[in-house]
């Protein structure tokens, strides 16, 4: 016991020096958001005088209510469908394929190696001559085609850690593959699907890149993308920009503190094992 309290001291004071310097980004922004408008703020000072008010001033000249509307439509229109594939591909590579079609996992893990970056001036072109440039489906249908190979990765990993003796069982039952696919797969699937929803949905309302090249208004970005004309607009008021990022930033951080509990669990269970 007393030859593992260092150790046990050093892992606690790493874990609490990460810890701060996590934080002192977003600390350094909270004072900031606090200053007098138009006032360039100097490091982390509690200003004498908080300005509260930025806050809902942020939200006001941001239009922060349509903001948050377009974000959830579009949220709605690409975590849904893409959990929902990415299950359903994942179970069948991992339950319903045999070896010679193995290499239709490759496409997926090469997906993996492909940034946005390196897709989003052919995607560009697509989206126009599709016809949706300026439009949220510019932004959810490649959110959905670009998160696939992940999805699909997660919950294979997953499907492959489920025994094949409750396949052989929901059979002996009298159960289709169907059947045994919604009512035995999915419900022990629950913790990897609600962590990869988590996933989804903190990097579709995070995302910035897609909707400032496809989308020009900014009504009709995500909260994220919708920063980037806000900062051209408030640029030089500091206090008022760091307000507004914090608002930007709440949602995600909410929910990810209520589901935390989920997260956990699909890692513990070897989500990304496989």
Sequence with gaps: MKAGLPNTILARGLIILLMAITLLPFLSMFTAALAPQGSYPNGIQWPADPQWGNFARAFEVAKMDQLLLSSVLIVLGV??????????????????????????????????????????????????????????????????????????????????????????????????????????????????????????????????????????????????????????????DIPLLCAGALLILAPTILLFLFFQRQFVAALMQGAVKG
């Design 79 to 236: 975590v849904p469908l893409s959990v929902l594939i990415a299950t359903m591909a994942g179970y069948g590579l991992a339950k319903l394929t045999t070896n010679r079609y193995k290499w239709l996992y490759l496409i997926f893990v090469f997906g993996l190696t492909l940034p946005f970056e390196a897709v989003i001036t052919p995607l560009y072109y697509e989206v126009r001559a599709l016809g949706l440039l300026n439009t949220r489906f510019a932004i959810i249908l490649p959110l959905i085609g670009l998160y696939m190979p992940f999805g699909v990765y997660w919950m294979r990993a997953h499907f492959l850690n489920v025994p094949h003796d409750l396949t052989e069982a929901a059979q002996l039952d009298g159960a289709t593959r169907w059947k045994e696919f919604w009512l035995v797969q999915v419900p022990l699937a629950r913790p990897a699907i609600m962590s990869l929803t988590i996933l989804l949905f903190l990097w579709t309302w995070n995302q910035f890149l897609l909707p400032v090249v496809l989308v020009q208004d900014p009504m009709q970005r995500t909260m994220a993308g919708a920063l980037g004309a806000f900062q051209g607009q408030w640029g030089t």
